[in-house]
């Protein structure tokens, strides 16, 4: 079993829509989870950080943490074609400082 | 608002040379990291660095690598002798409170090994 998995999509939405994108993982001791936004070819951009369980909001991104289920969530509401990029999340350990990425999943938003 | 930023954006070099990939991290952060992606792959850690030293490095960072941060600013990756399989973008990051926040990236340089 892979350590972090994630869906690569595409995921294709209406503009206006809520996505919603996932992360499933293994390791029980992961505490800190973050998701990133890529453009191609550019580097990964920070949307959201969470520590250990719960819920997180910040504008349209809502990133949920579900530690029972190993399954962490990012919701985007009202989503725009500027949305339109791959979304990876990452998560890691205490005590190290090295975060676990997802392959990512790849997000088109049709106007 | 603060950036990293990594220079060259493209490389290419030959088989065996060595390359010095170049970032200059935010000014007050003080952990640097270098993270590599191959096309279609995943973001991997290579190396995490903090006053002055490696603090962390996966099993990918071998002996060919090496990272410096030899003056204030810059924070360099070295790669002694590449090899193909080291084609890949390479992202430098960098974090102000340590390992607690989420990293800041660098647009990434992409390495083409020939």
């Known amino acids: ?111 | 608002e603060p950036e990293v930023t990594q220079t060259p954006s493209h490389q290419v070099t030959q088989m065996g040379q060595e390359v010095i990939l170049r970032c200059v991290p935010i000014s007050n952060h003080l952990y640097f990291y270098w993270y590599r992606q191959i096309l279609g792959q995943k973001v991997e850690f290579l190396v995490s660095f903090y006053n002055n030293e490696i603090s962390e490095k996966s099993e990918i960072f071998d002996d060919q690598f090496s990272v410096e941060r030899p003056d204030g600013s810059n924070f360099t990756l070295k790669i002694r002798s590449t090899k193909l399989e080291d084609s890949a973008m390479y992202f430098c990051a960098s974090s102000g409170t340590g390992t607690a926040y989420g990293y800041t990236f660098g647009s990434g340089t992409r390495l083409t090994v020939v």
């Open chain 1, 1 to 111: 079993q892979k350590e972090v998995e994630q869906d690569p999509g595409p995921l294709s939405v209406p503009e206006g829509a809520i996505v919603s994108l996932n992360c499933t993982y293994s390791n029980s001791a992961f505490q800190y989870f973050m998701w990133y936004r890529q453009y191609s070819r550019k580097g990964p951009e920070l949307l959201m950080y969470t520590y250990s369980s719960g819920n997180k909001e910040d504008g349209r991104f809502t990133a949920q943490v579900d530690k029972s289920s190993k399954y962490i969530s990012l919701f985007i509401r009202d989503s725009q074609p500027s949305d339109s990029a791959t979304y990876l999340c990452a998560m890691r350990t205490s005590g190290t400082y090295k975060y676990i990425f997802g392959t990512g999943t790849r997000l088109k938003v049709l106007a």
